[in-house]
C-alpha cells in the first residue's frame, strides 16, 4: 500500500483574521425527549430520516437503536470477528442514502436504517501503526480519521508522547492514505510525567460535506479552514480568555483518571468517594503538580467538535473550570467565523443533530449518560 505525507505550506500572501463581535450566549430550547437507556462514553449518533437515532458507546462497546417515539432502545450489533460483527465499536458516519458506517479499527459496519447490518467494510487506514477509527466521511464517500507520530524513547526507557500528528483521508475504494492537515497534540513546553500528560493543548477537528477541514488550534485558540491541504481562512477567536489551572482542576483530572475502570490503559487506582481515602487514592496515581501546565487549553472533551445538522456548523465544546455544572459551546460557520455561543447547564455534553433538534448528553450522579432530545432553536 502507498501512503502518501506531505507538509503543505501556508500561502505567503494569506493572513489571520480577527474577528472583535463576540456573539452573545443562547440556550437550546424545550426537552422533547429522553432515552429509555443510559451510556457510559458516547462516539457517535446518527438521526434516520423517520427519527429513530443510532448511538455507538464505546466503552460499552454497544450500538444502540433508540425509539424516542416508542421509548424504546435495542441492541444492533454485537462484539466479534464475524461478517457482521466488529471487535470494538467506535464512531457513527453518515453514508449515501439513509444508511451510515459503524467504524471499529479495521473495519466498518454498514447499517440501513432499519438497522440492519448489510455489509463489513475494511478501509487503507488499518495499516497505519497509530490510527484508532475514521471520524468524519464528506458526500463524496471520502473517510477521515487522524493518526499520531510515532513514540520517541527517552533516556529512562519509557517513551515521549508525541509532538503532533495529522488528519488523515481515503475512501474505501483506495489503497492511498493521504495527510491533509497537520495537528498538534500538546504544548512542547508542557513538563511531562509518566505516563501522563494533564490537559494537553491538543488541537481538534471536523470535516465537511464538501470535503473542508476546520481546525481548532488549541495554542491560541484559532479557527482554519483547510481545503484538500491548503489553508483558506484563518479566524482568531474573539473574547477567549484561559481558565487558569489551580488546586480543584488539578484534583478533578486526578478523580476523572480514578474513575476509569481498570484495565483501561490509564488507572487501575480504585477510587475513594471522599475525606482521607480519597487523598490517599489521588497521591497513589503519582499525578505531580509540577507536570500540570498553567492553563485550561480551550477544550478538554474527548470528541470536542460536532457538525451541526445542516452541515454548515460546528458545535465545540469549551474547557470549563472545576465544580462548574455549565458547559458552553462556540458554534462556527464554514469559514471559521465564531457566530453562536450555546450554554447547557447540568454537565451537558452536544452528541449530535437532527431536523430542527440537538442531541444532548447529561450525566446522573452516577455518570450514567441519559440521552435528551432538545429543540435546535
Known amino acids: 500500500m502507498q501512503t502518501a505525507f506531505a507538509t503543505f505550506l501556508l500561502v505567503g500572501t494569506f493572513g489571520l483574521t480577527t474577528v472583535s463581535a463576540q456573539p452573545p450566549v443562547t440556550t437550546p430550547g424545550r426537552s422533547l425527549a429522553r432515552s429509555a437507556d443510559g451510556f457510559t462514553q458516547i462516539g457517535g449518533l446518527h438521526e434516520f430520516a423517520d427519527g429513530r437515532v443510532l448511538i455507538v458507546d464505546f466503552r460499552e462497546n454497544r450500538v444502540v437503536m433508540l425509539d424516542f417515539a416508542r421509548n424504546t432502545s435495542r441492541d444492533i450489533t454485537r462484539p466479534g470477528e464475524g461478517p457482521a460483527e466488529l471487535p470494538l465499536a467506535l464512531t457513527i458516519l453518515p453514508w449515501f442514502g439513509d444508511s451510515v458506517l459503524v467504524g471499529g479499527h479495521r473495519h466498518a459496519l454498514k447499517l440501513t436504517s432499519s438497522g440492519t447490518i448489510v455489509d463489513k467494510l475494511s478501509n487503507s487506514f488499518q495499516v497505519l501503526p497509530s490510527y484508532s477509527a475514521p471520524a468524519f466521511a464528506d458526500r463524496s464517500g471520502r473517510l477521515y480519521g487522524s493518526t499520531r507520530d510515532a513514540l520517541q524513547p527517552d533516556p529512562m526507557g519509557g517513551f515521549i508522547p508525541p509532538l503532533g500528528g495529522w488528519v488523515i483521508r481515503t475512501s474505501l475504494s483506495s489503497t492511498t492514505v493521504d495527510s491533509v492537515v497537520r495537528l498538534s497534540l500538546r504544548d512542547p513546553k508542557q513538563v511531562l510525567g509518566k505516563p ?4 494537553p493543548k491538543q488541537d481538534a477537528f471536523a470535516v465537511l460535506p464538501n470535503g473542508d477541514v476546520m481546525v481548532f488550534r488549541a495554542q ?3 479557527a482554519e ?3 484538500d491541504g491548503k489553508l483558506v481562512e484563518s479566524q482568531r477567536v474573539p473574547g477567549f480568555v484561559a481558565l487558569p489551572i489551580g488546586e480543584a482542576e488539578r484534583d478533578a483530572y486526578r478523580d476523572e483518571k480514578l474513575r476509569q475502570p481498570a484495565g483501561s ?7 475513594a468517594a471522599s475525606g482521607p481515602d480519597r487523598q490517599a487514592a489521588r497521591r497513589a496515581l503519582e499525578i ?3 507536570i500540570f501546565p498553567p492553563e485550561l487549553p480551550p477544550f478538554i472533551e474527548v470528541r470536542p467538535a460536532v457538525v451541526d445538522g445542516a452541515k454548515t456548523h460546528v458545535w465545540v465544546a469549551r474547557s470549563f473550570a ?20 450555546v450554554l447547557l447547564k447540568n454537565r451537558g455534553v452536544v452528541l449530535g443533530f437532527g431536523k430542527g433538534v440537538v442531541y444532548v448528553g447529561f450525566p446522573d450522579r452516577d455518570d450514567v449518560m441519559w440521552v435528551e432530545k ?3 432553536q
Open 265 to 271: 490503559g490509564r488507572s487501575n487506582v480504585a477510587g
Open 220 to 222: 491560541g485558540y484559532i
Open 225 to 227: 479552514v483547510w481545503r
Open 322 to 341: 472545576a465544580g462548574s455544572t455549565d458547559r458552553l459551546y462556540d458554534v462556527f460557520d464554514s469559514k471559521g467565523v465564531l457566530v453562536r455561543r
Open 288 to 290: 505531580t503538580d509540577d
Open 374 to 376: 432538545l429543540a435546535e
Open 196 to 199: 501522563w500528560r494533564p490537559y
